[in-house]
């Protein structure tokens, strides 16, 4: 059974969901931007995002930090974090529009990687082009273009990927603007973890609230 939420609800639980497993706010904001971002197309952006947030839980952060030290991205750990890395690609982006190809060592769900490198795109009014295994994925300024196989778009991990500027001569896909069906089961878990950001009820904060005694009318 599915449920539909509208996109700001992706947005908002997914960031909270980020927060919960001890992502900072900066990174959780880009989260829930890169789950919003993937399920204005269609594609499993929260899904794929509480799946990766799982993997993080309970990690130390720094572990995912990409060493770009010599010319291929990796982390200390076993892969990349595609949202730690996503997020430094965005502030590297100039690399890419000056003809730099950004080379990633093992990268999990490559997929969310892409959804932060288009909105990079977005915000420099260019194409910037994603590629791992069979499939290539070219974010345009308001739009996508999927090229190969389309399979690979859900892999939970890959040996390498790419990032560079580029144009795609194949059909522009524009973002919807409709509610997007999540999985009763998945929304659940997402639900659990943006709860989890909420700070327990004190008898102090149950004191507070409301209007109070006096009325100044």
Same mark, same amino acid.
């Given at each position: 059974m &599915? %449920?539909?939420?509208? *996109?700001?609800?992706?947005?908002?639980?997914?960031?909270?969901?980020?927060?919960?497993v001890?992502?900072?706010?900066?990174?959780?904001?880009?989260?829930? &931007?890169?789950? +919003?971002?993937?399920a204005?197309?269609?594609? $499993?952006? $929260?899904?794929?995002?509480?799946?990766?947030?799982?993997? *993080?839980? @309970?990690?130390?952060?720094?572990?995912?930090?990409?060493? !770009?030290?010599d010319?291929?991205?990796?982390? &200390?750990?076993?892969?990349? !974090? $595609?949202? /730690?890395? @996503?997020?430094?690609? #965005?502030?590297?982006?100039?690399?890419?529009?000056?003809?730099?190809?950004?080379?990633?060592?093992r990268? #999990? =769900?490559?997929?969310?990687?892409?959804?932060?490198?288009?909105?990079?795109?977005?915000?420099?009014?260019?194409?910037?082009?994603? &590629?791992? #295994?069979?499939?290539?994925?070219? !974010?345009?300024?308001?739009?996508?273009?999927?090229? @190969?196989?389309?399979?690979?778009?859900?892999?939970?991990?890959? %040996?390498?990927a790419t !990032?560079?500027?580029?144009?795609?001569?194949?059909?522009?896909?524009? $973002?919807?603007?409709? #509610? =997007?069906?999540?999985?009763?089961? /998945?929304?659940?878990?997402? %639900? +659990?973890?943006?709860?989890?950001?909420?700070?327990?009820?004190?008898?102090?904060? +149950?004191?507070?609230?409301?209007?109070?005694?006096? %009325?100044?009318?």
């Amino acid at each position: 059974m &599915k %449920d539909k939420y509208t *996109l700001a609800e992706i947005e908002s639980y997914l960031r909270k969901a980020a927060q919960a497993v001890g992502l900072d706010w900066g990174i959780a904001e880009e989260a829930g &931007k890169s789950a +919003r971002w993937l399920a204005a197309f269609g594609l $499993p952006g $929260p899904e794929l995002m509480l799946a990766q947030l799982q993997q *993080l839980e @309970g990690k130390d952060y720094h572990d995912f930090i990409p060493d !770009c030290s010599d010319g291929q991205w990796r982390a &200390k750990s076993a892969c990349l !974090c $595609p949202i /730690i890395t @996503g997020a430094a690609l #965005a502030d590297r982006a100039t690399a890419m529009l000056e003809g730099g190809v950004i080379k990633l060592d093992r990268v #999990a =769900y490559p997929l969310l990687l892409a959804a932060t490198v288009g909105q990079a795109a977005h915000y420099h009014r260019t194409v910037f082009t994603t &590629k791992w #295994a069979g499939v290539s994925v070219h !974010c345009f300024e308001n739009g996508l273009s999927v090229e @190969g196989n389309r399979d690979d778009l859900l892999i939970s991990e890959v %040996d390498s990927a790419t !990032c560079r500027q580029g144009q795609a001569s194949i059909s522009l896909q524009i $973002p919807s603007t409709l #509610a =997007y069906a999540v999985e009763t089961q /998945i929304w659940a878990k997402i %639900d +659990r973890l943006a709860f989890r950001t909420y700070a327990p009820a004190t008898a102090e904060s +149950r004191a507070g609230a409301g209007a109070g005694m006096i %009325d100044n009318d």
